[in-house]
């Protein structure tokens, strides 16, 4: 179990009730988004950008000036955005309820592989139109900066509304949602024969041709909707067609479904939208908290290795953060099992071939660029590098066959360690109390800089007059481990959430 799980089991303990949710918002699809409530909600979001302002929110109005559709996202995740957001996973859940209001987070993986969030949005239908200004608010808050992949469940709209406004992105359905709906609509033994097809088959013609066979065995005509819509989705589910693929080693949305459960607790009919947002609020707060702790092991302890362990073991384990230490180092291990049988070079490149030593007929062709002495880039056929962002057993293999005891850079994804978010550096000797106290300063500062930036922007005079200003700064701090603040990345984790104290004193 990772440490998201357990991350989870603390907000268990919270007691978080969905079922709430949807009878609170059964009412408010009622009522629709209107009159005082709304206004509330809305006064929410405009006290939340005069103390952050780099608070974002947007909403829309149906023709009568109902509150329609709504997005926020706050500093802290929009940075955290900058650093994790490769891979946004996100669904529609509520919209299978039949209260017609969908939450709808998007959250990702942060350098411990926990949870965090980018931004929530609540619309109030599933139409694509509906997705599309969702997708366009995100993009809006984000810089127009598209993630690499997407995880949703499998709403057509939202399909639809994905590959129009994010074009590029990979998308992916979610497996636990294929699962429900598998055993919605098919019956042993077709169900079991779709799960083999569905992660059995490894290669895209195995696929396809079990596709042929499942047709032609079961009589499937055009009848079989879902069946038939599922073929047509198939590059965004099957195994064969989603592995190497830049996912994480994510197949699934559950941990949205998990998030969202957490964010409902003593919810009842009675509460308004304000309400549920406060609560929201508390439940970041503590992920936010719980992120801050992690930090602090990982920034202040090395994960414990064996005297006798590989030494590319101990490198990684100054590189990685502890649960992504403990899941390279199962690549490490494995190595025992493989062997490089085949070595050629060709100018820069050079191919192995690493073979396993039992199961002879499993082998990767692993291809390295130099760059003189050094290895700039490392390929392997399982693309696991590529899909996970960590080294595969088969790179550490060709690493071992050339006598590296270290990894090479071009094998670590910064997302991966704490340099993910380079405030951390080296301030974590600091306490709590004193990193908190100095970023309600650099909070302060920034909210002020925008003001005047904005301001000197207008003039070029007064903008380099500024830019020489920040430079005497920048440069004053080069030597003072104390004065990181050229490289300012995202702000720890505690500072956010410490700040996030909702008052309801907003109307
Ligand atoms: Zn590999």
Redesign the pocket.
Known sequence: MDVMEKQHGGYDKVGCVSRDLYNFIAEYKKQRIEGFDAQYMLNYMAAQEERDSEFFYRYSTDSEGHLQNLFWSDAQWRLDYDAFGGVVVFDSTYRVNKYNLPFVPFIGLNHHRSTVVFGVGIVSDETVASYKWLLHSFLEAMHQNHPRSVITDGDHAMVRAILQVWPNTDHRLCSWHIEQNMVRYLRNPKLSDFRKLNYRAFEVDEFERGWLQFNKHYGITEKDTWICRMYELRKKWSTAYTKGRYFLGMRSNQRSESLNSTLHVQLDRRMRLIDLLQHHEHCISVMRRNEAAMDVVASQTVPFTELTADPLEKNVSYIYTPIMFEKVKGEIVRLSKWQVEEVNKEDSLTRFAVVHKERRQAR?DVRCVYVGSVIASVH???R?MESEDIP????FAILKCVGLDTIPSCCVAKRWTMKAKPAFDSDRSASTQQWSERMDRFHELRNDASVAFFKASKSAVQSERVMAFLNSIIDEGENDENTNIASFGPLPAYFSGARQTFTTKVS
């Open positions: 990767f392997c056929q399982c696991k595969c057993t088969h790179i």
